[in-house]
Structures are given as C-alpha cells and as structure tokens.
C-alpha cells in the first residue's frame, strides 16, 4: 500500500477526511510516536471489522501527516476488500468460450495446482489498460484484499496489496501505484543475490535535506541508517535502507535491525520514503500492534549475530551524497508508458474509489511482476518481467 500525502494543508485535510472515517468502520485514531526514542510522528488507525489488518499505520513528518496516512491506508484496504461490479465465476476455458479477453493467468503468482489454470474454477473482475486499448479480465484475488478465506483453502492467486494506493487525486494514487509495483518487483530480485551484504552508504542531512532532525536523533542514539541502490527499470528510482545500532551504543532501547524502501521517478524522495519505512517499522515492532506480527518476526529483527556483522561490514560506508538526475515527466501515464518498454507488459488499473470522497482509490496491476514473499509459498511461471 502506498498512500500519497500531500505537503500542504494537512489539517484541512484532515478536516475532510475524518468524517469518513466511521463510512469505513475506523473507531479510533492513536498517536504512537512516544513509544519509541526516535521521535517519528506515526499513528495507527483502528478498524476491527476488517477483513486484512486491523491496525494500519501511518507516518509522516508531521503529526497530522502520519494521522492521514494511517486512515488512508486502513481506508484503501476496506475498498480493496470489497471488489464492486460484475463477477465472472468459472474456468478460464468457459470465459474465453464466453468471449472475455482473459490477461494471461500464469503471469500473475499463484500456488501449484493439479489441473491446468484453465480449468480451475476462478473469479474474474475487469480491469483497465491504463494507456487506452483492450480491457482484460484478471482474477479476482489479483485486487483483493479478503484474508478472511478457509486456511485449508487457500487462493490460487496471491492476494497481497501491492499497487493499492490512495491519494488527493487519481492521477497521484495511480503514480505511487505504479511505483509500488516495481518496487516490489526490483526488491524481490534484488533480494535473491546479494542484497544487504552488497556495498551501502549512509544516508545524512546532504542526502534528504527534510530528514535533517530525525537523522540527528537517530545519530544521537547510536542509530547509523545504511543506504542501497536497486536496479528498478522504467526510470525509476529504487533504495533500500537498514537502520542499526551500534553494538556499543546505550541511548536507543536495543529493539534490532530494521529495514525499509522506497520507489520514485525523483531519487530523493525515493530515499526519503524509504528511511521513513524503515524508522515506522522499528516502532511497528515497538508498538506490536500489527495483526501480522509473529514471533518469527520479533526473533529475525532481534538476531544479534546479524545485527552485529552488518555493523562490522559497513560501519565505514561512505556518505551518500550524490544522485541521479529526477525523470523530467512523473505523470502515471508516462510511468505506465516506461513500465511497458521496459518490462514488454500491459499496464492495467482498476478504479476503487467512491466518486463522492475527497479521495481516490486505485490499484494497479503488471503481468509478471514478482511480489514480495511470492516466492515461500507462490511462485510466477511467466518470467518475462526481467
């Protein structure tokens, strides 16, 4: 998920947005920023009736920023629940006899079945070519966000909320949509080679100017935030960032390593979302609010062994202080544009938003991509994606 704030006017905003929120069964709003030493503004949004995670968080640079990211993001998940319109149900071979242009099923992760894909029962929705042309029908898990299913049962299709974004305009959620899902694509392959243990650099104030104060703080505390550069594709920019504390260091509590990305056409601020990430999940585990944190989770942050051989291998990183230059058009249409020459796939979205919020919905989808996690239980047989 990847909800876009804008810079201005928060708290009329804010205004706007707070009478939606019991429209989308959000009971309460609370700010966690105090749990933690850091001093990121983050909050957590509260919807019990949700059928994903309860509990979204949000974070921004300021206080009402991080209040509207957490209830856009809880807001973003209740749309993507609820898939509005017409319903395919059948085969793959029956909806193509019936005369749907289907997008091509093993292009999209899924489990291993015993019978072809065409012949497994399947829900399908219609989706939109971003750029003009055929529409395509995918299948239904590809948008939704239901976990509540039969765990004996699981989708065929993976259902995660990569491409699911909100933001003031459609044009702005479809941008960071976008971005989303090469990020999570660059991030699953860049993690299948050498990833963190590659050469880093550490981030400072020359490299995300606005991160000035929470940079001096986490500094203040031990904490050394580590910078990597992802092959992205499509003029975009993708980084990865580890935030980790001295082994000497006693001014942060000892919660771990922690890490985080971002993707923009601008590589500053894919660097700026990317250190927010990372500083919002060591106080997601801080806070253990989320509905998807295992012990699992805690004991991997937690390994001290890790935690001091990446300290050791990069503790005299170089400063990043350099960048590549900003694509000069970040409009979605021009993304989806590069997104098609490079990765030789049709950009498709889908519109979930309710024309009369002060907001927009969308999620967006590209056949092949990789997805974080896909490949422990899920794998992509079309590797085209490249």
Not at 335 to 349: K, L, M, N, S, T
């Amino acid at each position: 998920m990847n909800t876009v704030l804008s810079p201005s006017a928060p708290e009329a905003f804010w205004a706007r947005l707070q009478p939606w929120c019991r429209t989308f069964g959000i009971t309460r709003v609370a700010d966690i920023t105090g749990l933690d030493d850091l001093g990121l503004p983050t909050c957590v949004a509260i919807r019990p009736a949700s059928r994903a995670l309860s509990v979204s968080q949000g974070k921004g640079l300021s206080a009402a920023q991080a209040r509207i990211s957490a209830v856009m993001e809880s807001i973003e998940t209740w749309h993507a629940e609820r898939i509005d319109g017409p319903i395919y149900h059948g085969t793959a071979a029956r909806a193509r006899a019936d005369g749907l242009a289907l997008a091509d099923l093993y292009a999209f992760a899924h489990r291993p079945t015993r019978l072809p894909l065409e012949a497994v029962p399947t829900q399908f929705v219609e989706v939109e070519r971003l750029l003009g042309g055929p529409a395509a029908w995918v299948p239904l898990d590809c948008l939704s966000t239901d976990f509540c299913y039969d765990i004996d049962s699981p989708p065929v299709f993976m259902r995660s909320s990569n491409g699911l974004a909100a933001g003031q305009t459609r044009d702005a959620a479809l941008l960071h949509a976008l971005c989303e899902v090469v990020e999570r694509n660059a991030v699953q392959r860049w993690m299948q080679g050498p990833a963190f243990q590659g050469a880093a650099r550490r981030v400072t104030a020359a490299a995300a100017a606005p991160l000035a104060p929470l940079l001096e703080r986490c500094a203040a505390a031990g904490q050394v935030l580590l910078a990597w550069d992802i092959p992205a594709g499509a003029g975009l920019h993708c980084h990865a960032v580890m935030l980790l504390g001295s082994p000497d260091a006693r001014a942060a509590r000892d919660v771990g390593a922690f890490s985080g990305f971002g993707c923009s056409p601008d590589p500053r601020a894919a660097l700026q979302a990317a250190v927010l990430e990372t500083v919002q999940s060591r106080l997601t585990m801080i806070s253990g609010a989320r509905d998807d944190l295992f012990p699992e989770e805690f004991e991997r942050c937690r390994d001290a062994a890790f935690a001091r051989a990446m300290w050791v291998r990069h503790e005299h990183s170089a400063p990043l202080d350099a960048f590549a230059d900003a694509a000069e058009d970040t409009a979605a249409d021009a993304v989806a544009a590069a997104i098609e020459r490079d990765f030789g796939q049709p950009v498709y979205w889908r519109d979930l938003g309710r024309h009369d919020a002060p907001f927009a919905v969308v999620r967006a989808l590209v056949p092949g991509m990789q997805q974080l996690g896909m490949d422990q239980v899920y794998y992509c047989q079309n590797r085209r994606a490249a």
